[in-house]
T-cell receptor
């Protein structure tokens, strides 16, 4: 089977840096994705890591360690609009199954 | 169209009825996914299409659920004899091919009375 663990809720202030961790257990691991979802909205793609290391896209960065079955999403210079739920998702196997974590609700305060 | 389109946006039906949910992916996207999201929870993978084929249907929760895709375009998710536990938002996503970033529709909010 597979499982993903991420914190249920994180609170930070505007302008700060926050890290959302994701640990996973799965077979046939292909990669780790991150998605953002505002309340009532559709998930939107943020990043994908297939190899170990850090991927940077603007204010957002994502890290993967395959040996530790661990990844994180780093959000810098937090803005109020970053308040949303963030999901990590594991891509498993040739059939492109994607398993999502339960999500981390990020609250950004002024 | 510009994005993934799902219809209806909302569906309320009585327990025991059949429902059909529709997804129009982004033109040219060969991969199409269906997910279920219960309130406050993560996305539950249901099925993946590459072209018109679904190589693995084991994510479908029960034999009341079925899905098909035609013309490497529109997909329908059908739930027969709906139960109250089927109440959720059903999300469709498409991507250029398997593994690429997925583009999600706004979902169909299904409520079973």
């Amino acid at each position: 089977g597979q499982s993903l663990e991420q914190p249920s809720e994180v609170t930070a202030v505007e302008g700060a840096i926050v890290q959302i961790n994701c640990t996973y257990q799965t077979s046939g691991f292909y990669g780790l994705s991150w998605y953002q979802q505002h309340d009532g909205g559709a998930p939107t793609f943020l990043s994908y890591n297939a190899l170990d290391g850090l991927e940077e896209t603007g204010r957002f960065s994502s890290f993967l360690s395959r040996s530790d079955s661990y990844g994180y999403l780093l959000l810098q210079e937090l803005q109020m609009k970053d308040s949303a739920s963030y999901f990590c998702a594991v891509r498993e196997g040739n059939f492109n199954k994607f398993y999502f974590g339960s999500g981390t609700k990020l609250n950004v305060k002024p | 169209g510009a994005g993934v389109s799902q219809s209806p946006s909302n569906k309320v039906t009585e327990k025991g009825k059949d429902v059909e949910l529709r997804c129009d992916p982004i033109s040219g996207h060969t991969a199409l996914y269906w997910y279920r999201q219960r309130l406050g929870q993560g996305l539950e993978f249901l099925i993946y299409f590459q072209g018109n084929s679904a190589p693995d249907k084991s994510g479908l929760p029960s034999d009341r659920f079925s899905a098909e895709r035609t013309g490497e375009s529109v997909s329908t998710l059908t739930i027969q004899r709906t139960q109250q536990e089927d109440s959720a938002v059903y999300l469709c996503a498409s991507s250029l091919d398997g593994g690429r970033p997925q583009h999600f529709g706004d979902g169909t909010r299904l409520s079973i009375l």
